[in-house]
């Protein structure tokens, strides 16, 4: 028996697997890949301007886990169809976002993981750092907070 | 990690865009794996990247097929698993050598956060087989 990975699609249609498939996608009921794109980049992209505007008006962590979601979707997006829809200058400003969130994220992430996870006998070796993250995530949370409030995505 | 480019010449259709760009995206993730299995921080953190890109393409195009969804929620586990793996690294990284407890915690915590994702590719791969993505390939050249 091949390894699994080996099958192909032409093999796995030899053996006639996905026939209920194949009859669903006649021609009419298949979507103009530039129309279809189109729509997506824009879901897209209110989804992460959405997530911009809820952050600025209000920063909290969920809020900002929400706006580096939807700037990672984005952002894949982008760089799937880059061939078909070039859209460089966008990416940028989406990859720029990402990044001024990147520290606050990192921040906060790690912050939480030493808070749970520190062993109570060495509670007292942990505070400096603690202390030290607190204070960076403040302040990147700030810095991306004043960033974001400048930055669009919309056309 | 710069994304492998998905070339996308001749394409007409939703479902041959789909097609290009998760046969793309499944061949980066198989190309990757093997930092599963030696794992390195490196080697997981570049892994974890691709599932992640996979796992959006699947969603994305979920909208045109939705069993894609069935296969993109496995990937989204492994991705919680590589990222709480790589959490621990980021903190290992900067704890006080003194913390030797905290350390061992840690470090015990990140190589059961591996195993799980290492079980987890495992589902996601016999859920690839099945992947719908080959269907959407298939009709777009048999129209």
Redesign the interface.
């Known amino acids: 028996m091949g390894r699994r990975g080996d099958l192909t699609s032409n093999r796995i249609l030899r053996e006639g697997r996905f026939k209920y498939f194949r009859r669903t996608l006649a021609r009419n009921e298949r979507p103009p890949a530039m129309k279809w794109l189109k729509r997506a980049v824009e879901k897209e992209r209110r989804a992460l301007e959405g997530a911009r505007r809820r952050f600025v008006s209000k920063s909290t962590e969920e809020r900002l886990h929400s706006v580096r979601t939807a700037g990672r979707r984005f952002r894949s997006l982008l760089e799937d169809v880059a061939e078909l829809a070039p859209s460089a200058k966008l990416l940028r400003r989406v990859k720029r976002a990402a990044e001024q969130t990147d520290a606050a994220r990192d921040a906060t992430i790690i912050l939480r993981l030493l808070e749970n996870s520190v062993d109570p006998s060495e509670r007292h070796l942990a505070e400096p750092l603690l202390a030290e993250l607190s204070a960076r995530e403040s302040e990147a949370t700030r810095l991306a907070h004043k960033r974001l409030r400048r930055a669009r995505f919309t056309g | 990690m710069k994304?492998e480019?998905?070339?996308?010449?001749g394409?007409?259709?939703?479902?041959?865009?789909a097609a290009r760009?998760l046969d793309?995206?499944v061949r980066e993730v198989?190309r990757l794996a093997g930092g599963l299995q030696k794992r390195d921080q490196h080697g997981l953190h570049d892994f974890r990247i691709a599932c992640?890109?996979l796992r959006?393409?699947l969603e994305?195009f979920a909208d045109?097929?939705a069993s894609l969804e069935t296969v993109a929620a496995p990937f989204a586990l492994l991705q919680d698993a590589l990222g709480e793996a790589h959490?621990?690294d980021?903190?290992l990284s900067?704890?006080?050598v003194?913390?030797?407890?905290?350390e061992h915690?840690?470090a015990g915590?990140r190589e059961a956060c591996v195993d799980r994702a290492v079980v987890l590719w495992a589902q996601a791969?016999e859920l690839l087989?099945d992947c719908?993505l080959?269907?959407?390939?298939?009709?777009?050249n048999?129209?």
Do not use: C, N, W
């Not at chain 2, 480019?5 to 010449?9: A, E, I, M, N, R």
């Not at chain 2, 394409?11 to 865009?17: A, E, I, R, Y």
């Open positions: 994304p480019p998905v070339h996308l010449g394409v007409t259709d939703g479902f041959g865009l760009v793309t995206r198989r992640k890109r959006y393409a994305r045109l097929e959490d621990r980021v903190l900067i704890l006080p003194a913390m030797g407890q905290t915690r840690l915590e791969q087989l719908p080959i269907v959407l390939e298939a009709a777009s048999h129209s």
